[in-house]
C-alpha cells in the first residue's frame, strides 16, 4: 500500500480544504492502520466467496461512526483505508502493477524509500508525529495491537534523503498523480460523511484474491459464501454451500477440514460410469452423508462452442436436478456438491442457487469464471491428452452463463419459476434460501 508519507500528504491537502477539529490526531491516524500487527489494523475482509478481498468500510462505520464525528483520530484511520483503495485501483488497475512477479514487492519499497524525502519536501510535511496521550485506553485497539512506538520512530527515516538511484516503477509524477486522486476521493468521502450521501462500499471495491481450494487435494473447492444480495447489505453465508471438484482421494487434513465446519452432506452428479472409474474419496466415511445423484448430461463435452449454453440448459433440467436441490434443503449441516471438474453441472447448480438467493448475475458469473483459473492444470493435462479437442468448448466463457440466463429468464422469466417447473416447491425453495443466506 502507499508509504505513510503519502498518507500524510494526501491529509496535509485535505487539511487545506476542510476544516478538522484536531489536525495532530488527525494525521496520527491517517498514519495508524500500518502499525497494526499482521494485516489486521487494515481490516481485510474476504467476500464473493473468498475469491476476492477488500477492506471493511461497513465494520468500521458502523462500529466507529459516531466516534468519526467527533475525533479525528478515527477519522483520519478511515481516510487511511479510502486512500488504500484509491492506491490498489492507482498502482494494479491503471499502471499494471504485478506483484507476483519476484522481487517487484522490495523493489517497490525502494522506490518508496527514494521517493519519500521529495514527498515530504513537496506537501510540506513535519516530521511533529505523536502518540497521543493515554492511546492505550483508545477504542481503536480493539481492531488489532498497534507498534506504535515503532510508527513514531519509522517516520524519522522518512525524511532523509536517499542517494538518488533510478527509479524502478513509482516515480515521483506517479506520487504526485496518486496523492491528488487520493485527495479528489478522500474529498467525495467527506463530503459524504458530513452532508449525506453515498459513501465507499466494500464489495464493489474488491480485489481479486488468488486462486484457492478449500481441500488440499482438490483444485477447485470453493464457498458460495460472502456474495451480496442485490439491493440490500445482507451476503451469502459462509460454510453452507460448498462447490466442488471430485475429491477422490481426500486427505485427513480435507477430511478434518469438512467435519470440523460441519460440512458433512456430499452430493455426487458425476454418472455412474464417471463413479465405476473413480469412485468418491468420501463414500462410506464415518460422519458423512453420501447422496449419488447423477446428472448424465454434463458428463461429456458438447460438439462445439455454440452448444456450451444448450448442454447447461439441458442440466438445468436434468431428471435429477430437482433431487439435488431437495437433498440440499433438507441437509442439517453444511452441504458440499461435486462434478468432476466443478466446473459445468457443479456451475449450473451453483449458478442456479445463487440466482434464486437474489444474487446479481454479474456476480455468479464472475463465480463461475473462477473456475477458469482454478483449473488451468485441469485444462493443461486434457490440451496435452487430447492436443485435437477445441480448448474453447471445455474452459468457461462468460457467454455460456450469459445465454444460459437468457433461456431461462425467456421462458420463466423468474428463478422461482423455475424452480417449481423442476419440482422444486416454495417451501423448498425457502429451505434453501434459508441455508444460503440466514
Known amino acids: 500500500m502507499a508509504s505513510s508519507i503519502m498518507h500524510l500528504a494526501v491529509t496535509y491537502e485535505l487539511i487545506k480544504r476542510f476544516d478538522f477539529s484536531d489536525t495532530d490526531r488527525l494525521k496520527f491516524g491517517a498514519i495508524l492502520p500500518n502499525a ?9 475482509k474476504f467476500i464473493w466467496g473468498r475469491n476476492k478481498k477488500s477492506y471493511d468500510f461497513e465494520f468500521f462505520r458502523s462500529r466507529f461512526g459516531e466516534l468519526m464525528k467527533t475525533d479525528d483520530l478515527y477519522l483520519g484511520y478511515y481516510l487511511h483505508l479510502v486512500q488504500d483503495i484509491c492506491y490498489r485501483h492507482f498502482v494494479y488497475d491503471k499502471y499494471k502493477w504485478n506483484p507476483m512477479i519476484p522481487g517487484n514487492v522490495e523493489r517497490l519499497h525502494k522506490d518508496y524509500s527514494i ?10 510535511i513535519k516530521n511533529d508525529i505523536a502518540t497521543p496521550a493515554g ?21 524519522a527515516g522518512y525524511f532523509e534523503k536517499v542517494e538518488d538511484e533510478d527509479i524502478f516503477f513509482f516515480t515521483r509524477e506517479m506520487a504526485d498523480e496518486f496523492i491528488a486522486e487520493a485527495v479528489d476521493i478522500c474529498a467525495k468521502e467527506l463530503d459524504a460523511l458530513r452532508n449525506g450521501g453515498k459513501l465507499i462500499e466494500s464489495y464493489d471495491n474488491a480485489w481479486d484474491n488468488r486462486v484457492y481450494s478449500l481441500l488440499e487435494t482438490t483444485l477447485n473447492t470453493r464457498d458460495l459464501g460472502g456474495y451480496r444480495i442485490d439491493g440490500t447489505e445482507n451476503y451469502t453465508k459462509y460454510g453452507r454451500l460448498i462447490r466442488s471438484d471430485v475429491a477422490n482421494y481426500p486427505s485427513e487434513k480435507d477430511i478434518e477440514f469438512l467435519k470440523s465446519n460441519g460440512i458433512t452432506t456430499i452430493i455426487d452428479t ?35 462452442v455454440e452448444a456450451v449454453p444448450d448442454s447447461y440448459y439441458k442440466i438445468a433440467h436434468s431428471a435429477k436436478i430437482a433431487e439435488v436441490f431437495k437433498t440440499i434443503a433438507a441437509a442439517k449441516y453444511g ?39 482454478n483449473n ?9 491428452n487430447f492436443p485435437e479437442l477445441d480448448m474453447n ?34 417451501d423448498i425453495q425457502n429451505r434453501i434460501k434459508e441455508k444460503l443466506c440466514i
Open 36 to 44: 497494526g500487527q499482521g494485516k489486521a489494523g487494515h481490516l481485510n
Open 115 to 124: 521517493i519519500n524525502y521529495y514527498v515530504a519536501e513537496k506537501y510540506n
Open 270 to 304: 458425476r454418472s455412474s460410469g464417471e463413479k465405476e472409474k473413480k469412485p468418491h474419496g468420501l463414500t462410506g466415511l464415518d460422519g458423512f452423508d453420501y447422496y449419488d445423484i447423477p446428472i448424465p448430461e454434463g458428463s461429456g463435452i458438447p460438439e462445439s
Open 135 to 155: 492511546f492505550e485506553n483508545e477504542e481503536i485497539n480493539s481492531v488489532c495491537t498497534y507498534d506504535v512506538d515503532w510508527l513514531v520512530k519509522s517516520m
Open 393 to 426: 468448448i471445455v474452459i468457461p466463457n462468460e457467454n455460456n452463463m450469459i445465454r444460459l440466463f437468457e433461456m431461462l429468464e425467456d421462458r420463466y422469466g423468474t428463478p422461482e419459476k423455475y424452480f417449481e417447473s423442476i419440482g422444486v416447491s416454495a
Open 335 to 373: 452441504v458440499m456438491f461435486n462434478c468432476t471438474a466443478g466446473k459445468d453441472r457443479t456451475g449450473v447448480v451453483s449458478a442456479m442457487i445463487l440466482w434464486l438467493c437474489g444474487i446479481r448475475k454479474s456476480d455468479i458469473i464472475y463465480d463461475y469464471m473462477r473456475t477458469k483459473e
Open 376 to 384: 488451468i492444470p485441469r485444462f493443461e493435462l486434457i490440451h496435452k
